[in-house]
Structure formats: C-alpha cells, structure tokens
C-alpha cells in the first residue's frame, strides 16, 4: 500500500472552461472549491482570491466526478481478481469518484458486522469514495432492519450468474421482497429467468451450443423482469432492475412506471456498444456476459430510451477475471469482463455510435445513480457538494491499451477501439487524486453517507 501521505486539500478556481453541473452544461461560468473539500461557488466572472490555486481550463471540460453504481471488486474473499486499491486506481482512470459496489462472492454482505468488517478492509486501500449494496439472501432477512440506512439497496439475483444467491422460487421471492419492503430497503435486481434458460439451451446444438445471447436469450429477461415487478408490486416493493439488455425488458419497466409503480431501472455501455454477433466473434469469450449481449434492435433501443431519459443510471458492471480463466472453453469461461477504467470514455463513445445526446448519458453517470441510491453530497456541481471534479479535453483520443488500463486483469474488450474524452486530472473532495495517468498520494477514499430511501428525490 501507499506510505505516502494524502494530497492536500487546497481550494482553487477552475475557470475559463465547460461545466457540466450534473445535468445541464453551463457555459461562462467558473467553480470555485474550498479548504474543506466542497463546492463553495459556481457562477460567472469568479475573481481569485489570495490563498487559491488559479486553475486554468483552457476550454476543457469540468465535470462532476462519476459515479459507477454497478461494480465488483471482489474484496473480500477475491482479491486475486481484484480488490479496492487496484479497482480503485481503475475507477480514478475511467473518471469515477464513487463506486457503487456489489459483493457477489462469499462472503456476501448480509449483516452491518459484515459491512463494518468490509469497509475496515478496504477503506484504507480505496482512492475512491465508496458504498456497498446488501445482499437479499436468506440469511440476510434478519438484519435488514440494521442495514437500512447503511446500504443503498439490497442486491437480488433472480436466477444465476457467476455469482451467488440466486432466487428462483416465487414464494421466496415475494417473501425476500416484502422483508426488504418493511426495512425500507429498495431491491436491486439481476433479471434473468432460469426456466427460460433451461428450455433455451436443451434445445441448442451444434455452434449454436456457444452461443451465449441463445443461451441466455431475450425472453430470459422479460419473464425475469416481468415477475420482479409483479412480486414488488404485490408486496409494496421500490425495485431498481440493473443492466437491462432488451428494449422488450425495457418496455415492461415503462410500463410499471407510467402506471406509478416505484420501478426504475439501469442499462450498461455494453449493451449499447456491441451486439450478440459482435459477442460470438469476439475471441477468447471476452464479450461473454450476463445478461447476454442482444441484437442490434435491442442496443438502438436502449439507446434511444437513454436519449429519453428513461434510464436513472448507467453502471459498468466491471466484473474483472483474469484472461487465463476467460480462455477456458465456453462451458468453464466466467461471465462478465472490466470496464470501470474506461466509464467517461464509454459515455463519449454512445454518443458518437449511437447519437445518443450528451446531457442524458451524463446525468446517467453522475446526478442520475445520485438521486436514485441516495449517494449524500455527490453527482452535482453545485455550492455545498463535495469537490469531486473532472477535468477532460472532451476531442483528445487515444487507442485503448488493455495492458495499461489501472484495473488488475490487463484485457478489456475494449483494447484497441478508438476513444476520446480520457480524464485528465480528478479530484476527490478537493485533493488531486488523479493527474495524466498517476495516483498522487496516499488512499484517501471513504464510506459515502447514504440517504435514507424515504427522503430520496422523487421520481
Ligand atoms: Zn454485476
């Protein structure tokens, strides 16, 4: 671990640049930061006063710091995967200030023993601030009460991935909802129907064997998100479904918002990014992920539904494995791949393939998981935040370079794709955190204070 003490703190004026706030960009405005990590002005014309540090934009762009809400960094239990100081180092690169992070290996996070134990481990090593997501497993059920107000949520798998704590069974779903319901515990949910997957490959053969997205096919989703909303609604439920991959999937949660029900949902950039052919050309299982990759109708329509805004959030799920496990044979090849390291140039990439506009992709990645996991202080340029900040020349591109992407696993599906708007320096509560690919300083991350889901912002 770094010896070295944390950056300082120093307050400084960013001007002559962009600022995105969060939602909107602001032209002609500066942002001043203060000696206690915050926000304390964005407006016009701000003159510098005698103890600041002038930081000249140069026409670049500022940025909330983003916010990943869908990473693994397999810390306890993994760390040979990954772990928070290299999962950390990985977020900085790609532009994120807080992860939120799902423990999806034993031990999975089902009391506040368990959470507190997690963040004495991995608070010293992360240079990002942090919250983490309870598991609704069965063992779980009775500290959920102790958890709320701790977590943002409680992860439930519905059906299996790599993973575990999979939930199949209806009654045991409905009474995993309604336990998390009385907590006030808002359900985040990875959707994908067994049943439907078992009838899908006993009918495969031959090449088509290998094919994850038949495998794992389009109905898988809409069934598995069908019977979430109808086990939320039934038992008065908030439910988040995380990276939906159909726009069929997608329909259904429209459908549940528009007839008021608390169901809100997040997609991830590879599912707007590449298609189940470009998964099935892609050697080495590199694009083999749950839920699969669709076809090319289904990645236009969840972009276009980013373009509406009908996505809160739009989260990586990095899950790191090392290359030697993905080169398996198809059958023994984990699922899922690392992307937190390339989050903010992802963004610009949908906008640039997809059309997709900006404002939206970037509220998705900042104020958008914010107001949906209750992230206290964070997503938004505005007086009183904290100073987590991006600066990035929106038009400098680069090849991506697997090899050197921070993460621990050295591959990315990614390696070699042209892509701009590669984060320049990035500041955590007012210290330099990142600057042109170094890690200045020691860990200086920590837990994010979690709104209690009650006072969220409304939808
Ligand atoms: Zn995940």
Redesign the pocket.
């Known amino acids: 671990m770094d010896t070295s003490e944390p950056a300082p703190v120093l307050p400084r004026l960013f001007r002559g640049g962009l600022v995105f706030d969060g939602e909107r960009f602001r032209a002609g405005v500066d942002l001043r930061t203060d000696a206690a990590g915050r926000v304390a002005e964005v407006g016009p014309g701000l003159r510098p006063a005698a103890d600041e540090v002038v930081v000249d934009l140069d026409g670049r762009w500022l940025l909330p710091g983003l916010v990943d809400c869908?990473v693994?960094f397999r810390e306890p239990g993994l760390e040979r995967k990954e772990g928070y100081d290299t999962g950390s180092r990985g977020a900085l690169h790609g532009g994120v200030t807080t992860v939120c992070e799902?423990q999806?290996n034993p031990p999975l996070l089902t009391s506040v023993a368990l959470l507190e134990a997690k963040f004495a481990q991995v608070g010293p090593k992360s240079r990002v601030d942090f919250a983490c997501y309870g598991s609704l497993v069965e063992e779980a059920l009775p500290h959920l009460g102790d958890l709320a107000g701790r977590v943002p949520a409680v992860k439930c798998f519905l059906g299996c991935s790599t993973g575990a704590g999979g939930v199949d069974d209806p009654a045991t779903l409905r009474r995993w909802f309604a336990a998390a319901a009385a907590a006030g515990l808002p359900i985040v949910a990875?959707c994908e129907d067994n049943a439907v997957m078992q009838r899908a490959a006993a009918e495969l053969s031959g090449i088509d064997a290998e094919r994850h997205d038949l495998r794992r096919p389009v109905e898988a989703e809409v069934e598995s998100v069908r019977t979430a909303i109808a086990a939320a609604a039934e038992v008065g439920a908030r439910l988040h479904v995380?990276?939906v991959s159909t726009d069929d999937a997608m329909s259904l949660v429209a459908e549940a918002r528009a007839a008021g029900l608390p169901v809100t949902a997040s997609t991830a950039p590879h599912y707007l990014s590449w298609t189940a052919d470009d998964a099935a050309a892609m050697p080495q299982h590199r694009l083999k992920v749950n839920p699969s990759i669709k076809s090319a109708r289904h990645r236009d329509g969840l972009a276009r539904r980013v373009e509406r805004g009908e996505f809160v959030a739009i989260g990586t799920?990095h899950?790191p494995h090392p290359l030697t496990e993905k080169t398996r044979d198809y059958a023994h090849a984990p699922s899922g791949f690392p992307s937190v390291d390339l989050l903010l140039p992802l963004v610009f990439d949908v906008h640039d393939r997809r059309g997709v506009p900006l404002e939206p992709l970037l509220a998705s990645v900042t104020s958008g998981p914010v107001d949906e996991f209750g992230l206290r202080g964070k997503g938004r340029l505005v007086a009183g935040a904290d100073a987590d900040l991006v600066v990035v020349s929106p038009h400098c591109e680069r090849l991506v370079d697997e090899a050197a992407l921070p993460s621990r696993s050295k591959w990315s599906p990614y390696h070699g794709r042209r892509l701009r708007g590669f984060p320049e320096r990035v500041f955590l509560r007012g210290r330099e955190v990142f600057r042109d690919g170094a890690f200045p300083g020691a860990p200086t991350g920590r837990p994010v204070p979690i709104v209690p889901a009650a006072e969220r912002v409304a939808e």
Do not use: P, Q
């Open positions: 869908h693994h799902i999806n990875h995380f990276h799920d899950a």
